[in-house]
Antibody, heavy 119, light 106 residues
Framework: EVQLVESGGGLVKPGGSLRLSCAAS????????MTWVRQAPGQGLEWVAY????????YYADSVKGRFTISRDNSKNLLYLQMDNLGAEDTAVYFC????????????WGQGILVSVSS | DIQMTQSPSSLSASVGDRVTITCRAS??????VAWFQQKPGKAPKSLIY???SLQSGVSSKFSGSGSGTDFSLTISDLQPEDFATYYC?????????FGQGTKLEI
């Protein structure tokens, strides 16, 4: 069974940093690209970042470019999102999600983790 | 960036109804559209990819169509568990933008 479990969320002050982790199991992690999607309270879904299976390619939403870094450790089946210089606009539930090969969209989602940015 | 305009933003329907949600892309994206269902407090669930292909395990009451710029999701024989928010997403190019969502209410 495919499982994606996020961790590392919480309350952080404006300007602070946080690193999210996503533990993957039930599939061959190093064969899949991965992505982060977030959802601000009461709002819609916003795509955040992408990383391919061997970490050669990463893409970011303009809203996080230069502040967030996506990475992965295929030896540990872990996906990360390092978030720096956080602002109130980054308050959201963050979901990690799996992307199948051959340019297919998300097929599995994690349960999400809340990040709150407030003084 | 490709913009996805979803309509309506909310929709009222009754059990047993058939409803259609539409999504328009700001430029041609072939069939690179996915649809997701999200219930309150839960992660989204993947329903459809390639505009019309059902994800594994998804009920055939969900169907998708379209190509180019205009796409639709149809849900037939609405049941209480189908009342949720639905999102389209284009995955032709990054950023993989979502529509703003359609809240389907009883």
């Amino acid at each position: 069974e495919v499982q994606l479990v996020e961790s590392g969320g919480g309350l952080v002050k404006p300007g602070g940093s946080l690193r999210l982790s996503c533990a993957a199991s039930g599939f061959t992690f190093d064969s899949y690209s991965m992505t982060w999607v977030r959802q601000a309270p009461g709002q819609g879904l916003e795509w955040v970042a992408y990383i391919n299976s061997n970490s050669l390619y990463m893409y970011y939403a303009d809203s996080v470019k230069g502040r967030f870094t996506i990475s992965r450790d295929n030896s540990k089946n872990l996906l990360y999102l390092q978030m720096d210089n956080l602002g109130a606009e980054d308050t959201a539930v963050y979901f990690c999600a799996r992307l199948p090969p051959y340019q297919l969209p998300i097929d599995y989602w994690g349960q999400g983790i809340l990040v709150s940015v407030s003084s | 960036d490709i913009q996805m305009t979803q309509s309506p933003s909310s929709l009222s329907a009754s059990v047993g109804d058939r409803v259609t949600i539409t999504c328009r892309a700001s430029q041609g994206i072939s069939k690179y559209v996915a649809w997701f269902q999200q219930k309150p407090g839960k992660a989204p669930k993947s329903l459809i990819y390639g505009a019309s292909s059902l994800q594994s395990g998804v009920s055939s009451k969900f169907s998708g169509s379209g190509s180019g710029t205009d796409f639709s999701l149809t849900i037939s024989d609405l049941q209480p568990e189908d009342f949720a928010t639905y999102y389209c997403q284009q995955y032709k190019s990054y950023p993989h933008t979502f529509g703003q969502g359609t809240k389907l209410e009883i």
